[in-house]
C-alpha cells in the first residue's frame, strides 16, 4: 500500500463516563472517523490521497472530536459528522476548512 499524501488522526479516545475532562470518543469521534473513512472511499481519494485512522488522545480534549493533519500539521476541532464533506472537499483542494481549525489559543486549552 502506497504512503499517502495525508492522513488524518481522528481521536476516539473514550473515557469513563463521569471523568471531568470528557473524551471525545463520547463526542461522536467513531461516527466522524466511520464518515471520513466513507467519504474518502467514495470520492476515491483513500487510496492515494489521505487516509483517516483512529488516535489515542491528542490533548485537544477541550476541543474534542479532534482531528489532526499531517503533514500539514494542523488541528481541526469540534468536528461532527456534518463537517466531514467540507473537510473532504478541502482536502481534495489542498485546503482547510478554516472555521474548524484549531487557533493557538484553542490548542492552549489542551
Ligand atoms: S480525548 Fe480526544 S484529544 Fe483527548
Known sequence: MPQRERYLFVCTNRRPDDHPKGSCGHRGADEVL?????????????????????SGCLDQCASGVAVLVEPDHFFYGHV????????VDAL???????????????????
Do not use: F, M, N, Y
Open 34 to 54: 466511520r464518515e471520513l473513512k466513507g467519504e474518502l472511499a467514495r470520492r476515491g481519494l483513500a487510496e492515494a490521497q489521505a487516509r483517516a485512522c483512529a
Open 80 to 87: 461532527t459528522p456534518a463537517d466531514v464533506p467540507a473537510i
Open 92 to 110: 481534495a483542494s489542498g485546503g482547510r476548512v478554516a472555521s474548524l481549525v484549531l487557533s493557538d489559543a484553542d490548542l492552549a486549552k489542551g
